[in-house]
């Protein structure tokens, strides 16, 4: 046997090694919890937390998680480890838990005067503040505890990511480019997984960060699009109202731009014709959600927004099969 297929059997058994005892573990950890008798009180409490985390509302996990595959995905030079599979994808639903406990903090006052958000646990005091900040801060903490398993370089940006993130929900107050630093906050993990995976970061990551900023800055308008009435009577700003009546036109130039950016980001790693089969399809879903909120009805661009999810899962579809067929 060659010494480069014992090297891939050795790979592949520490994988199966690797998620066998991942999976273990998690089956532990859930016997654990199933074995715990909680009081009513703290029931309540976990079920009002779990609403701060927006653990019923996946989407933003999603929104998150996908950009974040297809960097760890474009990084490796085959399949990415297992271990970052999983660091990765844990570490995207804490930060994103964090990100809306601190973001209803933040907007615990506003909050009351949304349509859409006036029954939040903070909006109705049904959480302390004290709560929400502790709770951050668990959330923010362990998902650092994750990035320490990386290298160095990846620890150091996870820093600035969770500073990025903090900040955000307070950017709604001074710039009407809040959606910017939304989108500078879920392409952090862009750099961190190439940095994870080869200790580098190249320049085509960088171009992959800046793609999916515009992908975000256009799928956040049309959530703020909801929104718009009442974010102009509560003083909140957005791109949704900065574009007055030229929004979803514009949107449409912003989402032209990130399909060009990705066709780029194929040229740059000489991706094949699954990738753009992905793409074409991602386009395909693009020009459906613009038509469907032609007409800017609140209902419908939210369902436009949410659609969003399956652009990235298309994408991400189009990079594994490029790389691995």
Request: glycine content about 6%; proline content about 3%.
């Amino acid at each position: 046997m060659s010494e480069k297929r014992k090297l891939t059997r050795r790979k592949r058994t520490t994988k199966i090694t690797f998620w066998g005892t991942f999976v273990e573990i998690v089956k532990d950890i859930v016997r654990l919890v199933a074995s715990i008798e909680l009081s009513p009180w703290w029931r309540r409490r976990l079920k009002l937390y779990g609403q701060l985390m927006r653990i019923e509302k996946p989407v933003g996990v999603l929104l998150l998680l996908w950009p974040t595959l297809w960097a760890l995905w474009l990084a490796a030079e085959d399949t990415p480890r297992l271990s970052l599979i999983v660091i990765f994808s844990v570490g995207v639903f804490l930060t994103r838990s964090a990100g809306c406990v601190i973001n209803d903090f933040a907007d615990r006052k506003l909050d009351g005067k949304v349509e859409r958000t006036k029954l939040r646990p903070l909006a109705t005091q049904s959480v302390t503040e004290k709560e929400a900040l502790i709770l951050f801060v668990v959330l923010s903490l362990t998902a650092f505890v994750l990035v320490l398993f990386l290298n160095r370089l990846t620890v150091f940006l996870s820093v600035i990511a969770i500073g990025i993130a903090t900040a955000y929900p307070f950017m709604k107050r001074v710039t009407y480019f809040p959606q910017i630093v939304l989108g500078a906050a879920f392409s952090m993990a862009i750099p961190m997984a190439f940095a994870a995976t080869n200790n580098e970061i190249p320049l085509t990551a960088w171009l992959l960060f800046t793609v999916n900023l515009l992908w975000v800055l256009a799928y956040d308008t049309l959530y703020g699009m909801v929104d718009k009435r009442d974010d102009i009577k509560a003083g909140i700003k957005s791109t949704a109202i900065l574009f007055g009546e030229a929004d979803l036109q514009i949107v449409a130039i912003i989402q032209g731009f990130f399909i060009f950016g990705m066709l780029l980001v194929g040229a740059r790693f000489n991706l094949d014709g699954w990738y753009y089969l992905g793409i074409l399809a991602a386009t395909g879903l693009i020009t459906w959600q613009l038509y469907y909120c032609r007409k800017k009805e609140r209902e419908k661009c939210f369902t436009a927004f949410l659609n969003n999810n399956w652009v990235g899962l298309s994408i991400f579809v189009g990079i594994v099969l490029a790389k691995s067929l």
